[in-house]
C-alpha cells in the first residue's frame, strides 16, 4: 500500500483509465479521459498520490480554469473524480480531496441557442415528408421524438421496436466515425434503456420496417454491390439546418435535438428523473448540469405560481 502511495498521481490515472475505462465506455468518451490525463501530466507532473490533498486539488482545478469554460471545467472535475473516489475506496488516501470542490471558469462565450421551444419544435415536425420510406426526415423525427443520440439512432434495428406495447430498446450504437461503420456499445452502461413511443412512430413507422432484415439498421443505406454506405454527421447537420432556415427557426444540430426533447418535457412537467432515464445519463445530476437554464426558468415560472396562488389566500 505504502508503494502505491508513492505512486505518481498522473500515472495511476492513466493504469485507471487503462483498467476500469477501456473497454467499457465509447472511443469518443475514451479519448476525453485520454485527454484529462495528458492534462495532468502537464499540470502536476511529479504529484505523488500521497500529496495528494483538498489544497493542491483545487490548484489543479484553478489552473485548468484559468484557460477552459466552467462547463468544461466541470466535466474536467467529473472525470478526475471518478479516479479519486475509487483511490478513497481503496484506501489509498485517507480523505476525498475533491470534496466541496470550487469549480471556475472563463467567462463563456455567446453561444447559438442550442434548442427549440416547443412550437418551433412542432413546426419543424409539421414539415417532415414521412410518406417516402425510409428517409433523413424520419431520423430527424425519431430524434425529436426520442432524444437519442446520433449514433443510437444510427444503430436501430427494426427488432429494437416493441410497436404492440410502444417501446423502444436502445442496447447498442454505431460507430459512424469509421470508414466501414459498425455497431458498438453505447456511450455507458446507464445508455442501455428502453423507452415509451409514441402512436406517431407506431403506426407510420411499423409498416415501413416491417419487411426489412431485423437486425439490420435501418439509416444505414447501402450500395450497388451491397456495402454500407459511410455516413457523416455533418450531411444530418447540413439537411437540419436548411430546413430551419427555411421555415424562420432557430437553426439546430442534431444533437440540439436531443435538447429540445429533454427541455419539451420538462417544460411539460415531466420529472427530472424520468428525463435523465430517458436520455440515458449516467445520474440525475448530470441532467440538472446540463439543462440548468431550463430548470432555472422552470423555477421562475414556479415562483410567479406560488406568489399568485398566496396572493390569493
Same mark, same amino acid.
Given at each position: ?44 507532473? %511529479?504529484?505523488?498520490? $500521497?500529496?495528494?490533498?483538498?489544497? *493542491?486539488?483545487?490548484? +489543479?482545478?484553478? &489552473?485548468?480554469?484559468?484557460?477552459? @469554460? ?116 453505447? %456511450?455507458?452502461?446507464? $445508455?442501455?434503456?428502453?423507452?415509451? *413511443?409514441?402512436?406517431? +412512430?407506431?403506426? &407510420?413507422?411499423?409498416?415501413?420496417? @416491417? ?103
Amino acid at each position: 500500500m505504502r508503494k502505491q502511495k508513492e505512486t505518481l498521481f498522473c500515472d495511476y490515472f492513466d493504469e485507471w483509465v487503462e483498467t476500469y475505462k477501456e473497454g467499457s465506455i465509447s472511443d469518443i468518451t475514451l479519448q476525453k479521459y485520454l485527454m484529462v490525463g495528458k492534462t495532468l501530466r502537464e499540470i502536476v507532473p %511529479k504529484l505523488l498520490i $500521497s500529496d495528494l490533498d483538498r489544497r *493542491i486539488y483545487q490548484k +489543479i482545478l484553478n &489552473q485548468y480554469a484559468l484557460t477552459h @469554460e466552467k462547463q468544461t471545467t466541470t466535466d474536467f472535475h467529473h472525470q478526475i473524480k471518478a479516479c479519486i473516489q475509487d483511490m478513497f475506496h481503496d484506501g489509498l488516501i485517507d480523505r476525498d480531496p475533491t470534496y466541496k470542490a470550487v469549480i471556475k471558469g472563463k467567462e463563456p462565450k455567446k453561444k447559438k441557442k442550442k434548442f427549440l421551444q416547443t412550437d418551433e419544435l412542432s413546426k419543424l415536425i409539421k414539415s417532415l415528408d414521412l410518406n417516402s420510406g425510409i428517409n433523413r426526415d424520419w431520423l430527424i423525427l425519431i430524434t425529436a421524438k426520442t432524444g437519442l443520440r446520433f449514433a443510437e439512432v444510427l444503430a436501430l434495428t427494426p427488432a429494437d421496436f416493441d410497436f404492440e406495447n410502444q417501446l423502444l430498446n436502445i442496447d447498442k450504437s454505431w460507430n459512424y466515425k469509421n470508414t466501414k461503420g459498425f455497431f458498438q456499445p453505447t %456511450k455507458t452502461p446507464s $445508455s442501455i434503456r428502453k423507452i415509451t *413511443i409514441d402512436w406517431q +412512430i407506431v403506426g &407510420q413507422l411499423k409498416p415501413l420496417v @416491417e419487411e426489412l432484415p431485423d437486425d439490420q439498421p435501418i439509416f444505414i443505406e447501402k450500395d450497388k454491390n451491397g456495402n454500407r454506405k459511410r455516413v457523416f454527421n455533418s450531411t444530418y447537420n447540413g439537411y437540419l439546418a436548411k430546413k430551419c432556415k427555411e421555415l424562420e427557426i432557430p437553426v439546430i444540430s442534431l444533437h440540439s435535438l436531443r435538447h429540445t426533447h429533454a427541455s419539451v418535457l420538462m417544460a411539460a412537467g415531466v420529472s427530472i428523473h424520468s428525463i435523465s432515464e430517458r436520455l440515458g445519463h449516467a445520474d440525475v445530476g448530470v441532467t440538472q448540469e446540463i439543462y440548468a437554464h431550463v430548470l432555472n426558468e422552470l423555477k421562475e415560472a414556479d415562483n410567479q405560481k406560488m406568489i399568485a396562488i398566496l396572493t390569493q389566500l
